[in-house]
């Protein structure tokens, strides 16, 4: 008993910000952000979209790839550290606009690490019987929480929303494995100090502002240990090896990290999935769309095995393996 992929899809703003752009902001280069992380452009969100407006542009698509309507789904959960609102949740605002009147819908928070620990509760939820038909949205406006004087984080960010479609199954779990891992110790690494109940807005904002805090070095670190430790423990519990993977899709933040990770891993470049370089680092939707743009490209088929590997605040890491 276990669950099946359906469909994906994605859901990205029209704007796009490139280095050039950047370079007209802040203190910065083409060459210091192509050469440091990878990254020549990323989306950004209109004035008048939010990440739940992002996350129905992808429930939509994954929806029409699998002919289903929103009415065939019982349960929808969005991954987001960047919710429209602090309530009502972002699954809620995605479910009215969808018109999904049979769906109980509920929010969860991993930041980038967000799409798999919700890949993690939504299909043992589905074990258990408590959903037939699952949407999971990983969805993140981060642009919104970028302090655009910090050159140090506002070149890293992206805007974009994910969508994986599941059902349940008597049969074998395409879910092979799954391993999670957090370590709150080191939260304030990386962090959005102001805007929570401990710095409110309009209490302290000069100190806790509601931007993106990031200590670039240390994360980078713990992002290399952390992603390998997870996908050596997810490959060990279901008795694979990297040889039996077609694609691994790293969480893209930074394409260095992503090399580093390649390199260790021992594998052939092409394995290793990359389109940081269009999109920055979209937070909880970067492998869910990382996963949609493989699978319409046919880089992944039917029946690959597929690594997807993430990292993020919290901190958080975790790992799964599919078969697609
Ligand atoms: N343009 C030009 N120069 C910049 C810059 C920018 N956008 N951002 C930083 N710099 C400067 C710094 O001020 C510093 O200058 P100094 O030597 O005069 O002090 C120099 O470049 C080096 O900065 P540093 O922060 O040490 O660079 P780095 O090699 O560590 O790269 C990151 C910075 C952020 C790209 C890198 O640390 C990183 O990617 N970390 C992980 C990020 C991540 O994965 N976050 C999300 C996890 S989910």
């Not at 997807?308 to 790992?319: E, R």
């Given at each position: 008993?276990?669950?099946?992929f359906l469909s994906t899809g994605a859901g990205l703003p029209d704007?796009?910000?490139?280095?050039?752009?950047?370079?007209?902001?802040?203190?910065?280069?083409?060459?210091?952000?192509?050469?440091?992380?990878?990254?020549?452009?990323?989306?950004?969100?209109?004035?008048?979209?939010?990440?739940?407006d992002l996350a129905v542009l992808a429930a939509r698509h994954a929806l029409e790839t699998a002919h289903l309507t929103p009415?065939?789904i019982?349960?929808i959960?969005?991954?987001?550290?960047?919710?429209?609102?602090?309530?009502?949740?972002?699954?809620?605002?995605v479910?009215?606009a969808l018109?999904a009147?049979?769906?109980?819908?509920?929010?969860?928070?991993?930041?980038?690490?967000?799409?798999?620990?919700?890949?993690?509760?939504?299909?043992?939820?589905?074990?258990?019987?408590?959903?037939?038909?699952?949407l999971l949205i990983g969805a993140?406006?981060?642009?919104?929480?970028?302090?655009?004087?910090?050159?140090?984080?506002?070149?890293?960010?992206?805007?974009g929303a994910g969508a994986l479609l599941?059902?349940?199954?008597?049969?074998?779990?395409?879910?092979?494995?799954?391993?999670?891992?957090?370590?709150?110790?080191?939260?304030?690494?990386?962090?959005?100090?102001?805007?929570?109940?401990?710095?409110?807005?309009?209490?302290?904002?000069?100190?806790?502002?509601?931007?993106?805090?990031?200590?670039?070095?240390?994360?980078?670190?713990?992002?290399?240990?952390?992603?390998?430790?997870?996908?050596?423990?997810?490959?060990?519990?279901?008795?694979?090896?990297?040889?039996?993977?077609?694609?691994?899709?790293?969480?893209?933040?930074?394409?260095?990290?992503?090399?580093?990770?390649?390199?260790?891993?021992?594998?052939?470049?092409?394995?290793?999935?990359?389109?940081?370089?269009?999109?920055?680092?979209?937070?909880?939707a970067?492998?869910i769309i990382a996963l949609d743009e493989?699978v319409r490209?046919?880089?992944?088929?039917?029946?690959?095995?597929?690594?997807?590997?993430?990292?993020?605040?919290?901190?958080?890491?975790?790992?799964?393996?599919?078969?697609?």
């Amino acid at each position: 008993m276990g669950v099946r992929f359906l469909s994906t899809g994605a859901g990205l703003p029209d704007k796009v910000l490139t280095n050039a752009d950047l370079e007209k902001m802040v203190d910065t280069s083409d060459q210091w952000i192509v050469e440091r992380t990878g990254i020549k452009e990323r989306r950004m969100a209109a004035p008048d979209q939010a990440t739940s407006d992002l996350a129905v542009l992808a429930a939509r698509h994954a929806l029409e790839t699998a002919h289903l309507t929103p009415a065939d789904i019982d349960l929808i959960v969005v991954a987001t550290c960047t919710p429209d609102h602090l309530f009502p949740s972002t699954a809620c605002l995605v479910q009215k606009a969808l018109g999904a009147v049979n769906a109980a819908a509920f929010d969860l928070s991993a930041a980038c690490s967000g799409f798999l620990f919700g890949l993690s509760a939504v299909s043992g939820m589905m074990e258990a019987g408590m959903a037939k038909r699952a949407l999971l949205i990983g969805a993140d406006t981060l642009t919104r929480f970028t302090d655009w004087k910090d050159r140090g984080t506002c070149v890293l960010f992206g805007d974009g929303a994910g969508a994986l479609l599941l059902e349940k199954t008597e049969g074998p779990s395409d879910l092979l494995a799954v391993h999670l891992g957090s370590d709150g110790s080191v939260s304030d690494i990386l962090s959005i100090p102001g805007g929570g109940s401990r710095h409110p807005l309009g209490s302290g904002v000069g100190e806790f502002p509601p931007f993106i805090h990031m200590e670039g070095k240390e994360v980078f670190k713990h992002a290399v240990v952390r992603m390998m430790e997870a996908m050596e423990a997810a490959l060990k519990k279901c008795g694979k090896t990297v040889e039996d993977l077609a694609l691994i899709i790293p969480h893209q933040a930074n394409l260095r990290i992503i090399d580093a990770i390649a390199k260790r891993l021992k594998t052939k470049e092409d394995k290793v999935f990359r389109n940081v370089q269009k999109y920055g680092n979209m937070s909880a939707a970067t492998t869910i769309i990382a996963l949609d743009e493989a699978v319409r490209s046919g880089r992944v088929q039917r029946g690959d095995s597929v690594g997807l590997i993430a990292f993020g605040a919290g901190l958080t890491w975790a790992s799964a393996i599919l078969k697609w």
